[in-house]
């Protein structure tokens, strides 16, 4: 399959760029409510004989117990961010939001201002460079690859990229039009809310930082996610063709893994520690059965799982996942993290980092 990867830019006359940029600190918020699957299934309209739990190995997430919106999680999120960061707000230079929902108040979409202004004002980041980027569930890697890119080229000492997702609403709406396991809003049912966020930097010199970035689109997928606002609902809709979705993920995936990889003469047991994009336990489970059996390995600590415990986040799932295992300890410094998104569209993205030793220790077990 030919395929083009959107990678991190070279600096001019195709030298490499001056600079490596950094993860600095992680930050999340999640809503105090937390919404068993037995529960919002018991919530549906039409008997579906359903069981979601043994179907997705979901057993709870978290969600908005009605004070909370995009904008307070992202809110949340960055406030914590920068508690874990030696940075001040004042420091940064750039906050980029990333969220596919933009609700401030209500289940309205919030357009202008953007986003990223409200949060930059939020936090105190008075000189920062603010706008917003939607790229579906790759939202928040997106944005690291943009802000990693200004930092690489020396435009910029530090960003932060933040996303809020109040999508739960999705599973609301679903869950009065599910009838059976072939409907098309099943997988809303799987959605959680959070916040996330995080502080990129210049990497001090002998850092490996970041590594590798990129992103490809297979664009024959395109429909087979789409969501609109609901016509008689509070909210939006979502109709997704799962199975297509996942056999356009298992079969491209794998390839574009050992391109990116390979652009940067590694295989994927140098990679310590694996953050897929978080859909379902089975989904992620099958997934690195087919990549075990075609790049010839796997991670050689783990592929991280939250889904079980806060569903699929959207664009903050990588970044919530990161904050767990930084938090527990599980992420040592010198080890490699590969993040690898999937989104609507079809989007692939990948970004290889190492992290070290002040990252690492700005993160303790304190949830």
């Not at 579906?136 to 080229?153: D, E, Q, S, W, Y």
């Not at 609901?230 to 574009?256: E, N, W, Y």
Request: proline share 3%; net charge neutral.
């Amino acid at each position: 399959m030919p395929t083009t990867w959107l990678m991190m830019e070279q600096g001019a006359a195709g030298l490499a760029a001056p600079h490596i940029a950094r993860f600095e600190s992680v930050g999340r918020c999640l809503p105090g409510t937390r919404l068993a699957t037995s529960e919002l299934m018991a919530s549906t309209r039409h008997r579906t004989g359903i069981d979601l739990e043994r179907l997705t190995g979901i057993r709870e997430r978290r969600v908005s117990g009605g004070h909370e919106t995009s904008l307070s999680l992202a809110i949340g999120a960055a406030a914590d961010c920068l508690a874990r960061s030696r940075r001040r707000a004042e420091d940064l230079q750039a906050v980029v939001n990333c969220s596919i929902t933009k609700y401030g108040d209500g289940l309205t979409q919030r357009v202008e201002p953007a986003m990223s202004l409200a949060v930059a004002r939020a936090i105190g980041a008075e000189h920062a460079v603010t706008f917003d980027i939607s790229n579906a569930c790759a939202g928040m890697l997106t944005g690291v690859f943009v802000v990693a890119n200004r930092i690489r080229r020396g435009e910029i000492d530090c960003g932060m990229v933040v996303s809020g997702e109040y999508i739960s609403r999705l599973g609301v709406n679903a869950a009065a039009h599910v009838r059976n396991i072939m409907s098309r809003e099943l997988p809303s049912l799987t959605l959680g809310d959070a916040g996330a966020a995080v502080i990129l930097g210049r990497a001090p010199e002998g850092c490996d930082g970041i590594e590798a970035m990129g992103f490809t689109t297979v664009a024959r997928h395109s429909r087979l996610c789409l969501a609109s606002p609901a016509k008689h609902d509070p909210g939006a809709r979502m109709f997704t063709k799962a199975r297509s979705l996942q056999r356009a993920a298992i079969a491209d995936v794998p390839v574009l893994l050992q391109e990116a990889l390979d652009s940067v003469g590694l295989s994927v047991g140098d990679v310590q520690h694996l953050i897929p994009h978080q859909t379902s336990v089975r989904a992620i489970r099958k997934g690195m059965r087919v990549i075990r059996e075609s790049l010839g390995g796997e991670p050689s600590k783990q592929t991280v799982v939250t889904v079980d415990r806060y569903g699929n986040t959207a664009s903050t799932t990588h970044f919530v996942a990161l904050a767990e295992e930084l938090r527990a300890g599980r992420i040592e410094a010198g080890d490699r993290v590969a993040l690898v998104a999937l989104a609507s569209g079809l989007e692939i993205g990948f970004a290889l980092f190492t992290a070290d030793e002040e990252l690492v220790k700005s993160h303790g077990d304190d949830d």
